[in-house]
């Protein structure tokens, strides 16, 4: 899978970009848990969920936020992340300017850059939005949320408790035109540790999901 660099608002960030031979895949970004507390692209869930999207079709990178592994720049409390973020879609769409839909994933501290990135580009046609911490940052932003998404997480989640999950969940249950899909799986806790019993469901419920969206027309 190509190593690339390219150019974030403060400097070069370092990803990883999986294309497809197919010509017009859709594409994805996956974004990665706090820089602060050891979270880089190749955590075990966004490499999951990197893979998931690239055997479902998708054109898909993962990188680095600032400061983050060879990624220029220091952490900004979420706001030059945003910006990274949307730099690297700039970047996986100026490789894949036909791509039909565009889809965003992300892992904790990046399901809530994620969802902050779905309200600013409306070309965003999905999210998947893994162990979302609705305990520690504030996701009223989402008003309306623009598009239909999976948000999936662990009962036994101590970093990001269920029931914040939950609260988040049935406030974007109320709103009109799209759809939210909540998925809890049994047991897990915030990294869905255990391989057989947590991590693989849950990856397959990411994909279950995506395929499913894929072949529907409606958002």
């Known amino acids: 899978m190509p190593e690339v660099i390219f150019a974030g608002p403060d400097g070069r960030l370092e990803g990883r970009y999986h294309p497809q031979k197919e010509r017009d895949a859709p594409i994805a970004i996956i974004l990665h848990p706090h820089p602060a507390y050891g979270g880089t692209m190749n955590n075990k869930v966004v490499y999951n969920l ?11 990178l993962r990188f680095n936020f ?8 220091e952490y900004d409390q979420g706001i030059g992340e945003l910006s990274d973020a ?18 965003v994933a992300g892992f904790s501290f990046g399901a ?8 600013r580009r409306p070309e965003i046609t999905g999210f998947v939005s893994v162990a979302p ?7 009223t932003f989402l008003a ?5 998404g999976l948000i999936i997480n662990g009962s036994s989640d101590k ?5 914040d999950t939950r609260t988040l969940v049935s406030k974007l249950h109320e709103q009109k035109g799209i759809t939210i899909t909540h998925t809890e799986i049994e047991g897990a806790d915030h990294f869905f540790k255990d391989e057989e ?7 397959d419920t990411v994909s279950d999901y995506v395929r499913r969206r894929m072949t529907e027309s409606s958002r």
Do not use: E
């Open 144 to 148: 309306p949320c623009p598009s239909s």
């Open 159 to 163: 970093v990001a408790p269920p029931k």
């Open 133 to 139: 911490p609705a305990n520690m940052y504030d996701f």
């Open 66 to 73: 600032r400061g983050v592994g060879r990624s220029q720049g």
């Open 112 to 119: 809530w850059i994620g969802m902050q990135l779905l309200m």
């Open 86 to 103: 949307a730099s690297a879609l700039d970047y996986l769409q100026s490789m894949n300017q036909n791509a039909k839909h565009c889809w």
């Open 50 to 60: 990197h893979y998931a999207f690239h055997n479902l079709g998708f054109n898909v």
């Open 197 to 203: 019993a947590h991590m693989k469901p849950m990856i």
